[in-house]
């Protein structure tokens, strides 16, 4: 539930890109891109974007079980 939010604001403050293509059927998905200024803030932070990462890592492992 958090996720698809997280995804609008980085999108919303330019840390990230969407783009909207067709998906399976009928269904069009949208694909994130990480942009420039994105890249500079996680190179900056990289230590704080790890543990992010690896708790959104774990996250997603507890919920698929």
């Known amino acids: 539930a958090l996720l ?6 980085l999108e919303q403050d330019g840390y990230v890109t969407g783009e909207w293509e067709e998906g399976e059927g009928s269904h069009k998905r949208k694909y994130y ?9 996680v190179a900056k932070d990289e230590k704080e974007w790890r543990v992010f990462v690896t708790n959104l890592y774990k996250f997603l492992q507890a919920t698929a079980e």
């Open 33 to 41: 891109t990480i942009s420039s200024k994105g890249r500079k803030a």
């Open 4 to 9: 698809y939010p997280t995804l609008h604001q």
